[in-house]
């Protein structure tokens, strides 16, 4: 079995795809979910190589509860993906009410800064690790507005993390996908995740384009 991967964040369709396709390339996958009796749909034949991790995307304290589990299950974990997506919010923003861009905050932005902070934690502190960013839309031409600025946020996130921790031990790359095939977006990612690690480490790429966006370095 090929190394472990943690797979987090929003959880999808597509996040159920990106399992699989690891699962497909015979790695061992620990799995966040939103809780304890809401897995994945993935095939039984998986056996094993699937565990399942509960998280509370609100709390600080379940995202370290994550990486615990995590240190606990395995000592081989040097690989994260986090799964952002649109929080399903598509009024317009002066019909949007507040509790929901509130709730939608704590849900996501709040929830992978947490999950992101931890993960980057407990790499530093093991000496390796390698983080994939992958915002996926499902192929909207126009996001809406708290969706436009969700994904504003985690773009500028990824690319103020590629300055901040140039020269650490940590890789840190960003992937964007506005396409309806989920699978073959799965496809892609892990390619760039694995077959192409180190060409795709420190950017943003966006699905179909042939390279990547500058990687927004120190000077």
């Known amino acids: 079995m090929q190394e ?6 929003k959880q999808s ?7 699989q396709e690891f699962l497909n390339r015979q790695h061992q996958v ?22 399942y991790l509960p998280w ?8 370290r509860s994550v990486v615990l589990a995590l240190e606990g299950e395995t000592r081989e974990a040097s690989r994260a993906v986090v799964v952002c997506a649109p929080e399903g919010i598509h009024t317009p923003l002066h019909q949007t009410e507040s509790a929901l861009i509130e709730q939608g905050v704590d849900a996501a932005l709040k929830g992978y ?3 992101l902070k931890e993960v980057l934690g407990y790499f530093l502190r093991r000496g390796s690790g390698d983080i994939t960013v992958v915002w996926y839309d499902g192929g909207a031409e126009v996001l809406p507005p708290f969706e436009a ?28 996908a506005s396409e309806s095939d989920s699978r073959a977006v799965a496809r892609w990612a892990a390619e760039q995740i694995i077959d ?24």
């Open 113 to 115: 800064l947490f999950i």
């Open 56 to 63: 509370s995307r609100r709390s600080l304290l379940s995202a």
């Open 13 to 19: 369709a597509f996040t159920d795809d990106m399992i």
């Open 30 to 51: 620990f799995a966040t979910v939103d809780s304890a009796g809401e897995h994945p749909q993935v095939p039984d034949s998986v056996g094993s190589g699937l565990c």
């Open 196 to 219: 192409k690690a180190e060409k795709s480490a420190g950017r943003w790429q966006k699905y179909g384009q042939r390279s990547g966006l500058l990687s927004f370095k120190r000077a």
């Open 4 to 9: 472990p991967v943690l797979i987090t964040g």
């Open 149 to 176: 600025a969700l994904c504003g946020a985690v773009q500028g996130l990824v690319r103020s993390l590629f300055a901040y921790y140039e020269g650490e031990s940590v890789t840190i790359r960003g992937l964007q």
